[in-house]
């Protein structure tokens, strides 16, 4: 059995412990909510922007646009989202598994066709440590979402694209559900799906649609015009999605860390308990053994 003094030391390191992740907790929960609104102010915009180019879609589309295309894979982006810093579960480890196994599908192309942009510290680490070369560093873009850093980004993929110097360029980051629920995702950002945006309503209505809308310029000039400005919104919403979704886990992460230590706390201090009272029952007897010596 512990002694007093070492079962004191442990209660007093549990308690440091608890009150670092009880503090990181709040501070998780303060950005969580900051990145709530921040997502709660973009979604309206991207709504928007999504139902504008539905209803374009909607009639037969063109398919000369150079961002639907759909070619031979060559050469294949692949753009990773994670966090910066850790103490925030399984997140970071989900999106290093996701990504190795989103690579190892493209692996046969060749290391020098794979261009890897991560955004966070994170994936970045584990890139390096697969002997992978990345294409620039975006660790600030992780932390404070900016959406011309974002729109940079977007651009150079983009343009890559229309160039065919990329054939498809695919993202990993978690989408925020809830703050108990993130949803990891690797969808395909390039080439654009024109039929993702169109619902079966849409679909239906095809011919209305067509028939009520006169295009000035035309219809391929507003797509070409349009289609980037939801191609940058999408990679911006990815970016907040993981931003929210990092600092939920986090959350969740010291909530169970902090519960974990009270669980923790209390059995050292029954444990404490037990042992003094053990002590104390010794000296008792000892002095009851000495007494009775004494009468002897």
Not at 49 to 65: G, M, N, P, Q, V
Not at 270 to 295: F, H, M, P, W
Request: proline content about 2%; aromatic content about 8%; some cysteine.
């Amino acid at each position: 059995m512990a002694s007093l003094k070492e079962i004191k030391t442990r209660i007093g390191s549990v308690n440091s412990t608890r009150k670092i992740t009880s503090a990181m907790k709040m501070i998780a929960s303060a950005k969580l909510r900051k990145a709530q609104v921040a997502i709660t102010n973009f979604l309206p915009y991207q709504q928007k922007l999504d139902a504008i180019l539905t209803r374009l879609l909607a009639s037969e589309a063109s398919t000369d646009l150079p961002y639907i295309q759909k070619r031979e894979l060559k050469r294949v982006a692949i753009v990773a989202f994670s966090s910066n810093s850790s103490f925030c579960g399984a997140f970071n480890a989900n999106v290093i598994k996701e990504f190795k196994a989103v690579y190892q599908k493209y692996e046969h192309l060749g290391k020098d066709n794979i261009e890897i942009y991560p955004i966070g510290k994170k994936i970045a680490d584990a890139v390096k440590k697969m002997h992978l070369s990345v294409e620039g560093n975006y660790v600030d873009m992780a932390d404070k979402p900016s959406f011309q850093a974002v729109q940079e980004l977007a651009k150079g993929l983009i343009n890559k694209f229309v160039n065919k110097e990329l054939d498809e360029v695919i993202l990993i980051y978690f989408h925020f559900k809830s703050t108990g629920t993130q949803i990891l995702i690797d969808k395909t950002y390039l080439p654009f799906d024109l039929n993702a945006n169109m619902d079966g309503n849409a679909q239906s209505k095809s011919n209305s649609y067509e028939s009520d809308y006169i295009y000035e310029p035309s219809k391929e000039e507003i797509l070409n015009s349009l289609i980037p400005t939801v191609l940058y919104s999408r990679l911006f919403a990815a970016l907040l999605d993981s931003n929210a979704s990092e600092y939920a886990a986090r959350m969740m992460a010291m909530q169970i860390a902090t519960d974990n230590a009270d669980e923790l706390l209390q059995d050292l201090k029954i444990e404490y308990n037990k042992t003094r009272q053990q002590a104390v029952t010794n000296e008792l007897l000892d002095i009851i053994g000495g007494a009775s010596a004494l009468e002897g």
